[in-house]
């Protein structure tokens, strides 16, 4: 049987990057493509002495051509965390617009089965809990994080409109707080900030009171969910993440107890619509990919700790980790 081709956007990232390496493990031949805006491409470096495994430097925002056929199309191009929204909001529109345009039309032009990065963020900041697929939503549209869960929203609902109309084999995966190896530094995450600030020997900064919570999946729970999902005939979305909430003042404290640090926690002053509670309701996932998250945060943290860890003193201290000075929006 021939191997299957599959597209990746946002290649570079945290989870496009581990979903470049599962694509290859499972023998698939990857395309990888991101326009490195806050990709590393040292996330990919590893596989680029592969013969299945081609990169390009591509804005999704622009006309996408790939020459010969593709099986499946991932879209996962997009900054993903509060702190990128602000620094480039239109970029964060752009690709869940433009961007996922320019691969449903690619993925209608080639046959393709299509799955897009979606996120807990379409239900805003929720006033249901836990979050069900059938939740709607409360979002803030014009508000700091609007650009993010607007586009995802649409995202979903172009998706949506390429399957009922085009007949296009899409897949949607609701993505809620996913950590790991990779994740970037100085991205202002939660888990990245906590880290990277005990490394240095700087304070825990918690936004708030602390008291907002979160629930943190380890990436290969995550991925292999997503290739069920990808593998099975759910065209509705569904909740990937893992359901074991915690206050971010409970995961500083687990975090100064991973590392030893002797700093402190300090209080600052929580972000506009910063959703005071997430967790995801995983039953869709458990019934119909027969897929529940194995990895527990002690043991998936350990392991992103001790790749924090590996990282240089010069990147440990450099200030930012992309290249928005080169993006115009
Ligand atoms: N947060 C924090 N300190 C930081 C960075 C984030 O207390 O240095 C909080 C943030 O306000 C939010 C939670 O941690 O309540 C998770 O933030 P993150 O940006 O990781 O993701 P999201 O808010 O999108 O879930």
Known sequence: ???????????????????????????????????????????????????????????????????????????????????????IPIQTLKVGSLGIHNCLGLARAKKARVLIASTSEVYGDPTVHPQKEDYWGNVNPVGPRGVYDEAKRFQEAMTMAYHTYHGLETRIVRIFNTYGPRMRLNDGRVLPAFIGQALRGEDLTIFGDGT?????????????????????????????????????AE????????????????????????PKQRQPDISKAKDILNWEPKVHRSEGLKITYEYFKSLSKEELFKKEHNNFEKYIQ
């Open 1 to 87: 049987m021939a191997r299957k081709r599959a597209l990746v956007t946002g290649a570079a990232g945290f989870l496009g990057s581990h979903l470049c390496d599962r694509l290859i493990a499972d023998g698939m031949e990857v395309i990888a493509m991101d326009n490195l805006i806050t990709g590393r491409i040292e996330n990919l470096e590893h596989l680029f002495h592969l013969e299945t495994f081609s990169f390009f430097h591509h804005d999704v925002s622009k006309f996408i051509h790939i020459p010969g056929d593709l099986d499946y199309i991932l879209h996962f191009a997009s900054p993903a965390s509060p702190i990128d929204y602000l620094k």
């Open 212 to 248: 907002q919570t979160r629930s943190f999946c380890f990436v290969d729970d995550l991925i292999e969910g997503i290739i069920r999902l990808l593998h099975s005939d759910c065209v509705d979305p569904v909740n990937i993440g893992n359901p074991d909430e915690i206050t971010i």
């Open 251 to 274: 995961f500083a404290e687990e975090i100064i107890k991973l590392t030893g640090t002797n700093q402190k926690v300090v209080y600052k002053e929580l972000p506009k619509d910063d």
